[in-house]
């Protein structure tokens, strides 16, 4: 999606319930909208709050941590970094850490937590800490098979267990809770129970289908995915040097 601003310069009744908002654009825009004939376009809104210290820190504890694992010094992780998130978006508007929007700074933010869990970086302290956006966080961790809580190679943790009598091969599970957690939090669910889980580590479970939409190949959570050669379920990576959460 290709990002562009515009100017709301007023805004008019037209047909009952609904409203016409006129925008002044540039030309470039303009010619986009007549050449491509598009009829609906999506809107995001700019509130003028700026970034907040806590959005700062979380930013550049992950820049840190980025910079450890693949060498960089700061100033050029924090560079590359950005030009990551400006082709992950389509937004190619400069922007700094220093003064730019919530919402841009949250956006950040994920694009900085998806490149650590699709590399496989262990953070110094738990993505849970690190985030601005726990939705996106959840299904990202789904989606790269990483623990939401330490980071780890996860298994997929069945907050909606498919019940007996059901045919996995029909059963409709889509709308079925699921969860990434590596082995030891996938055992520690199961001992606790989800609802104790959930209140220590203030996760929840995310649906099945909002996990397939982006991911590498498409189906990134199915059977075939969670399980390993004979059928048996992938475990974790071992503790050893692991951080503990």
């Not at 100017?7 to 986009?32: F, K, S």
């Not at 990551?84 to 950040?108: I, N, Q």
């Not at 498919?162 to 939090?185: F, K, P, T, V, W």
Request: hydrophobic share 35%; aromatic share 8%; glycine share 10%.
């Amino acid at each position: 999606m290709e990002h562009f601003t515009a100017e709301v310069q007023r805004i008019r009744p037209a047909a009952p319930g609904q409203q016409v908002i006129e925008l002044a654009a540039d030309e470039w825009l303009a010619r986009i909208i007549r050449n491509r004939n598009v009829r609906y376009v999506a809107i995001g809104i700019e509130d003028g709050r700026r970034i907040t210290p806590l959005q700062q820190r979380k930013a550049y504890a992950t820049l840190r941590d980025i910079g450890e694992y693949t060498g960089y010094p700061m100033d050029a992780i924090k560079g590359i970094m950005k030009v990551e998130h400006m082709m992950r978006t389509g937004d190619y508007e400069y922007f700094s850490l220093a003064d730019c929007s919530v919402t841009k700074a949250r956006e950040f933010i994920n694009t900085l937590l998806e490149y650590a869990l699709k590399e496989g970086i262990i953070m110094d302290e738990s993505g849970l800490m690190r985030t601005d956006d726990i939705d996106t966080y959840l299904i990202q961790c789904i989606r790269y098979r990483r623990c939401c809580i330490c980071g780890r190679p996860a298994d997929i943790h069945h907050v909606d267990a498919i019940g007996m009598g059901n045919n996995r091969r029909h059963y409709d599970d889509s709308q079925n809770e699921i969860a990434a957690l590596c082995r030891n939090h996938h055992n520690l669910a199961h001992s606790l129970g989800w609802q104790r889980f959930m209140s220590r580590y203030k996760v929840y479970g995310i649906e099945r289908y909002r996990c397939r939409e982006g991911g590498s190949d498409g189906n990134i959570v199915r059977d075939d995915w969670e399980r390993g050669a004979g059928g048996a379920v992938q475990a974790g990576a071992g503790t050893g040097g692991a951080k503990h959460y």
